[in-house]
């Protein structure tokens, strides 16, 4: 299973940015994805995640309504796509999924087991 994120990049604070992040491999029933960010000497935090049972969705309080996410299920590709951008915003962004994650978990990144490999996200003027 592999996790591959793209769409990250360098952009004005006020700008948007789509990120992308296809799961490849069989035979993975995923229940949660998330995206999480790593801020220079900072924890990785989570961002937004989905529960893919019902779709439901939840966005952290620092990126809400600036935020959100979302999947296309036929392609196996969820995104985040990210608004009125601001520096506090520039890391690295990560993609995870996991087969079996309760919803209270869902923010955690321990728990998740398959991780993308990381996208540069950086807001500057």
């Known amino acids: 299973v592999q996790l591959v994120e793209s769409g990250g990049g360098f952009v004005q604070p006020g700008g948007s940015l789509r990120l992308s992040c296809e799961v490849t491999g069989s035979g993975l029933d995923v229940d949660a994805i998330g995206w999480f960010r790593q801020a220079p000497g900072r924890e990785r935090a989570g961002l937004a995640c989905?529960?893919?049972?019902?779709?439901?969705?939840f966005v952290g309080y620092p990126v809400k309504g600036r935020f959100t996410i979302s999947r296309d299920k036929s392609k196996n590709t969820m995104f985040l796509q990210m608004n009125s951008l601001k520096p506090e915003d520039t890391g690295v962004y990560y993609c995870?999924?996991?087969?079996?994650?309760?919803?209270?978990?869902?923010?955690?990144?321990?728990?998740?087991?398959?991780w993308g490999q990381g996208t540069q996200v950086t807001v500057s003027s």
């Open positions: 989905l529960n893919t049972d019902d779709d439901s969705t």
């Open positions: 995870a999924a996991d087969p079996s994650i309760i919803q209270s978990s869902m923010f955690d990144s321990r728990y998740y087991s398959y």
